[in-house]
C-alpha cells in the first residue's frame, strides 16, 4: 500500500535549508533517517510503538522545486510486516479475532500519515514567506511584488467571507456561524501564538486574519447584541497582540531591538513605550558630566535605544497599516 502527503513552501530560501530542517524534524518521529548525496531523505519507523510491530513503513522525501518556493513530496510505502500475516494465520479458526490486527493496521497507517503531514507543516512554517514586509532591503523590489500579490489575495478572501455573511437572512443562523467561528478562531489564536513564539510565521496566517474579518461583518449584522460586542471586543485584542507578535517574528532585527529594551516580543505597548523612557533617563549623558568616556558611551546607548524603539514601533506600523481593514469590507 502506498500513499503521499505533500505539502508547498512559498519562499525565497534555496533548498539546502529545507532538506536540512526536514532531516532535523523527521528524526524526532522515526526510528531511522538517511540523505543521499541526491537531497532524497529516506526515513522509517515513524511513530513506532508497541502496536507497530505488524506493519513496516518506509517513506522517501523530496524537494521539488516549484514557481515561487518548492513542493514537498513524502512517497510512504506502507505494508503488513511479517508478524501481521503470521497472527492472521494463528487466529484463522476464530476469524473474529482477524479484526484486532487489521484495526491496528489501518489505525497505525493514518498515524504515520499524520505525523508525515505535521513534519511537513512545521517545516513549511518555518520557511514559508506570506508576503508582510521584510527587513532586507536588497530584495525590496520582490517583497514589494509579494507584498501586492498577497494583500489581493486577502482583500478577495475578505470579500468572499463578506458575500456569504450578506448571504445569511436568519438571525439565528448568524448568532450561530459567529459563536461557531469565535470558538475555532480563539483555538486558532492559541495555535498562531504558539507558533510565532517558537520564532516561526504561520503559513495560514491569513486564513486566521479572514476568520476575524468575518466576525466582525457578522456582528455588523446584529448590531445590537451586547455579547457577541464583548466577545469581538476580547477577540479584537488578542487579535492585536498575536499580530504584533507575527511581525516581529517575520523580523529578526526586532528580535534584537525587544533585546536591547530588556523585552520579550509578547511585550505590551505600554511596556515597550515604558521601557524606552527608562532608558533613555539611565543613559542621559547629563548623568555623566564631567566624565568623557561615560557621556560618549551614553551617547551610543541613547542612540541604540532609540533606534530599537523607533524599528519595533516603525515596524510592527508598518505592518498593520499593510492590512487591508475588514470593518472597510
Not at 532535523?24 to 548525496?37: A, F, I, P, W
Not at 490486527?101 to 514567506?129: D, G, H
Not at 437572512?169 to 459567529?178: E, G, P, V
Amino acid at each position: 500500500m502506498r500513499f503521499e502527503v505533500s505539502e508547498q513552501i512559498r519562499t525565497n530560501k534555496d533548498a539546502t535549508p529545507i532538506i536540512s530542517a526536514l532531516v532535523e524534524q523527521l528524526r524526532k518521529v522515526s526510528g531511522e533517517v538517511r540523505l543521499t548525496d541526491e537531497g532524497i531523505i529516506t526515513a522509517t519507523r515513524i511513530e513506532f510503538s508497541f502496536t507497530s510491530f505488524i506493519r513496516f513503513d518506509s517513506t522517501v522525501v523530496s524537494v521539488q522545486p516549484k514557481k515561487g518556493g518548492f513542493l514537498c513530496v513524502a512517497e510512504v510505502n506502507y505494508r503488513p510486516a511479517f508478524v501481521f500475516w503470521w497472527i492472521l494465520i494463528l487466529f484463522i479458526p476464530t476469524l473474529v479475532a482477524w479484526l484486532v490486527p487489521i484495526t491496528f493496521y489501518l489505525t497505525q497507517k493514518e498515524t504515520v500519515r499524520s505525523a508525515i503531514q505535521a513534519v511537513l507543516k512545521r517545516v513549511r512554517n518555518e520557511f514559508e514567506v506570506i508576503g508582510q514586509t521584510h527587513c532586507n532591503n536588497q530584495s525590496e523590489t520582490s517583497d514589494n511584488k509579494s507584498q501586492n500579490s498577497y494583500d489581493a489575495d486577502f482583500a478577495q478572501m475578505l470579500e468572499e467571507r463578506k458575500t456569504k455573511v450578506d448571504a445569511l437572512a436568519d438571525k439565528s443562523a448568524i448568532t450561530l456561524r459567529f459563536s461557531t467561528l469565535r470558538d475555532k478562531w480563539l483555538d486558532d489564536a492559541q495555535e498562531v501564538t504558539s507558533i510565532v513564539r517558537e520564532g516561526n510565521v504561520p503559513a495560514d496566517v491569513f486564513e486566521f486574519a479572514a476568520d476575524f474579518g468575518e466576525l466582525s461583518f457578522l456582528l455588523q449584522k446584529t448590531p445590537e447584541d451586547p455579547i457577541a460586542k464583548a466577545n469581538l471586543a476580547d477577540c479584537e485584542e488578542l487579535y492585536e497582540k498575536v499580530m504584533t507578535m507575527l511581525a516581529i517574528a517575520d523580523c529578526p532585527d526586532c528580535k534584537d531591538a525587544y533585546k536591547v529594551l530588556g523585552l520579550t516580543p509578547d511585550a505590551e505597548p505600554t511596556d515597550i513605550k515604558r521601557a524606552h523612557q527608562d532608558l533613555v533617563k539611565v543613559w542621559h549623558s547629563d548623568r555623566f558630566s564631567g566624565d568623557t568616556e561615560l557621556t560618549a558611551r551614553a551617547q551610543k546607548e541613547v542612540q541604540k535605544v532609540q533606534a530599537a524603539y523607533e524599528h519595533i514601533t516603525v515596524h510592527t506600523a508598518a505592518f498593520f497599516d499593510a492590512k487591508p481593514d475588514p470593518e472597510k469590507g
